[in-house]
């Protein structure tokens, strides 16, 4: 029976069913793309990570090692299972020149800026492997190369690398793509490339500087941030001149990209089940309206209206039940776009059987939430009584009041104001809709546009400036900063230069609220913590006062306005804790002071620099580079953002795309259904225009207006929507994943997004209303008017 109820309302009204169906199909499709993508993300990690198995605990480290002492500290320590000492040839991009086997063309690594590493394969323990998660082994002349340069530079197997380091020249045969379970996204700022021992033994010492990674695997990975205050804490000396990663940090590094597009996409997801449910109400709503008569009878004749009301449940049923079945078959074989980058990033993985069946359940749950709501909807037939129905004609629909004030506004068009006064009524959907569409395209495009822009290094624990020039901690420390500050000084002269910052960083311990010791890098300096952006209070003024990160301050158990002592040197130091910001380096946990605890050794040296006004200024930067050499790193912020944060808001970006085409296709066809519903339930009073010789063209702008006055302060409000929760929504995000970050703030709306974006989805809002009224011209007046 409700096969036959809703072939014949198909045939009636095919546009509305489709639409809808269309709408189920869609929800369906990102409910269970996005459950997908999440399971095969968190399935790849683990897969890989369970042959890779990265470090619990990771302390990076240049300069002599004493490993007697680092064997002595983990025999003595408590849950140790395993640990190893792994040495890295580090080299800089200009030393690596790729010659392709085809073209023979070359290019060289130069604008590289991730940290490069040559190594060779461990026996067991943070292992390289191959796309399938093979254990990688390179023959003698071979060389492997991680995969996420790939997203930089076509470097293709089969093409040649040759290293050129002081006297050494050696040429590599790319043999393979490498799958880094440690360093598999850019911002881990490191990367790695594999050789053979053999190669290795012969370049180790010879090329390049050499670093250590020091790992150690515990029982439980949960114990690595107490081995790393032990660690820091201990006796023995150990080495510790770089940085400290946890196995969580790593872990959150390595899926961030993907997890923050699986939360656009989800947010995509949400929207538009919140929109189809709208559309599906005002649907139910119209179709309650047309059949008001056939209610009347029906409860005249004693049907209840639990039996009504399955009539119209039993449609909704079956054409949800199609929606649902298409939806999944259409989200299985989608999410293999979704999940692109997370193939290239981890290597191939399949899914169980178990999944599949996990998302019939998502499927389903999408289904009941639907009926539910329907349900809901159709309860207002409870409500009717039989004389609402057949006598006094009284339905679903809120009764107007219409205040003429049309005569009083003469300088105004009979249609506009014509227009003015219908939008107040049963236009909510298209305000809605606006209002949603918006937001849901502008969220995404404003958090790129926020990424992208140098004012985002106010969440990396830095001021925005022009150019960062590093100086790591190694041999004769103190004498490159001050050649590096004698060069700044004669740049500054030149007019290359305008002002700059020195930052002195140093690695001392802080006693937490139990009255343990924690390690923590402190930036000291007269310009410490200045032009960075704080959670709470400011930047360090006197002496006696020290800014936290946000995580260092939960760490250590304090808050703003609180004392903390800074142990140096053994002596106790207490200082203010005058501010709390954001940060992301360092694991997010760092500090800054203008005290230069002068008994602390250094562990590196930063200077930031403003550009000159001379035009050729940025050109000069490249000479700066030349001219300090390898042991300092030189780049400019917009490339260090764009680099280590590339490869999140390529993600982001596309998923901005994809919002932007779901929104226009949602404009389109819930305004068309929209229409077509209104037209067919106003087509009396539309023929009675015409019938008087009201001009189509003046019905045309009647039906129009309303629809853009709706849709106009939909979009405003879609906006200010955007600009009010969208930064908000970000910051819960950014905070639940423990990255240092707690509370963004977008930049400033570009011309784009204020006037590009509300135009384009407005003019798409006009045209599908001005195509949908032509409906108008092909009522009959004599079926209206017969006399």
């Known amino acids: 029976m409700y096969y036959k109820i809703l072939s014949n309302d198909f045939r009636k009204n095919p546009g509305k069913h489709f639409i809808l169906l269309l709408f189920m199909t869609l929800s369906v499709t990102l409910a269970v793309s996005v459950f997908l993508m999440l399971v095969q993300l968190f399935t790849s990690i683990s897969s890989m990570y369970e042959t890779a198995q990265p470090p619990h605990f990771l302390q990076m480290h240049r300069g002599e090692l004493n490993q007697d002492a680092i064997d002595e500290f983990n025999r003595s320590y408590p849950g140790m299972e395993y640990w190893q000492t792994v040495p890295m040839i580090d080299l800089v991009g200009d030393e690596l020149t790729v010659i392709s086997a085809q073209t023979q063309e070359q290019f060289i690594l130069t604008d590289c800026r991730l940290d490069i590493s040559l190594v060779k394969q ?82 180790f010492g010879q090329v390049g500087e050499t670093e250590y990674l020091i790992e150690a695997y515990f029982a439980n990975s949960d114990m690595a941030g107490e081995y790393q205050s032990a660690y820091e804490e201990s006796d023995y000396h150990l080495p510790k001149d770089g940085q400290a990663v946890t196995y969580t940090m790593i872990f959150l590094l390595s899926a961030m990209t993907d997890i923050l597009m699986a939360m656009v996409f989800l947010l995509i997801g949400v929207i538009l089940l919140m929109v189809a449910m709208i559309c599906l109400r005002y649907t139910i709503l119209a179709k309650l309206e047309e059949d008001l008569p056939e209610i009347g009878t029906m409860k005249a004749v004693g049907i209840p209206a639990k039996g009504i009301r399955s009539l119209y449940m039993g449609e909704i049923r079956i054409l949800m039940g199609i929606g649902c079945v298409a939806g999944y078959a259409v989200a299985i074989p989608a999410v293999s776009f979704l999940t692109g980058h997370i193939s290239r990033t981890f290597g191939r993985c399949r899914l169980g059987m178990i999944t599949y069946i996990a998302t019939v359940g998502i499927a389903l749950l999408v289904y009941g939430m639907i009926l539910l709501f329907t349900g809901k909807v159709l309860n207002r037939l409870r409500k009717v009584t039989v004389v609402d129905a057949l006598v006094t004609g009284k339905g679903f629909a809120k009764e107007r009041k219409t205040k003429d004030g049309i005569h009083k506004a003469r300088r105004l068009s009979v249609n506009l104001l014509l227009g003015m006064q219908e939008v107040r009524h049963g236009y909510g959907i298209i305000f809605a809709l606006l209002m949603i569409v918006t937001f849901l395209v502008t969220v995404p495009y404003r958090m790129v546009q926020t990424m992208e822009d140098k004012a985002f290094a106010a969440y990396m624990g830095t001021a925005s400036y022009d150019v960062a020039i590093e100086i790591e901690q190694g041999e004769n420390l103190e004498e490159r900063m001050m050649k590096a500050e004698q060069l700044i000084q004669t740049e500054q002269k030149n007019g290359y230069a305008d002002c700059y910052a020195k930052l002195r960083r140093v690695r001392l311990q802080a006693e937490d609220q139990e009255g343990k010791l924690q390690g923590i890098h402190i930036d000291t300096g007269e310009e410490a913590g200045k032009g960075i ?146 037209i067919a339930r106003e087509a009396g009073m539309l023929a009675g225009k015409k019938a008087v010789g009201i001009p189509l063209s003046d019905i045309y702008r009647q039906e129009l207006y309303p629809v853009l006055l709706a849709g106009g302060l939909g979009t405003v409000s879609g906006i200010v929507l955007a600009g009010v929760a969208g930064d908000r929504l970000f910051s819960t995000f950014f905070g639940m994943l423990g990255l240092g970050i707690k509370q963004i703030e977008f930049v400033p709306m570009s011309m784009m997004m204020c006037v590009v974006i509300p135009g384009l989805l407005l003019a798409v809002l006009g045209m599908v209303t001005i195509v949908s009224c032509r409906q108008i011209k092909a009522i009959p007046i004599r079926l209206y008017f017969s006399e």
Request: charged letters at 25%; one cysteine or more; proline letters at 2%.
């Open 122 to 203: 461990n026996e067991t323990y943070d292992v390289l492997l191959d796309r399938d998660r093979n254990i990688l082994t390179m023959k003698k002349g071979e060389i492997g190369v991680p995969v996420i340069l790939l997203e930089q530079y076509d470097i293709r197997i089969g093409d040649e690398i040759c290293l050129q380091c002081g006297n050494t020249d050696k040429h590599f045969v790319v043999a393979d793509y490498v799958y880094d379970g440690q360093m598999n996204s850019t911002l881990c700022s490191s990367t790695r490339f594999l050789i053979s021992d053999d190669d290795f033994e012969e370049l």
């Open 533 to 678: 952006r704080y959670l709470a209070g400011h930047a360090p003024a006197t002496a006696t006062e020290i800014a936290l990160s946000c995580l260092m301050a939960e760490q250590l158990g304090k808050n703003q306005g609180e004392s903390v002592v800074i142990i140096c040197q053994d002596k106790e130091q207490e200082f203010l804790i005058c501010g709390i910001y954001q940060d992301v380096t360092s694991g997010g946990k760092t500090a800054k002071a203008v005290y230069a605890f002068p008994e602390a050794e250094a562990e590196k040296y930063a200077f930031e620099v403003n550009l000159g006004e001379k035009p050729d200024s940025r050109e000069r930067v490249a000479v700066w580079r030349e001219e300090l050499g390898k042991s300092y790193t030189v780049e400019y912020m917009e490339d260090f953002i764009g680099q280590t944060l590339g490869g999140v808001t390529a993600q982001v970006r596309q998923a901005a795309y994809t919002a932007f085409v779901i929104g226009i296709c949602l404009i389109g066809m819930i305004v068309m259904l929209y229409m077509n519903l209104r």
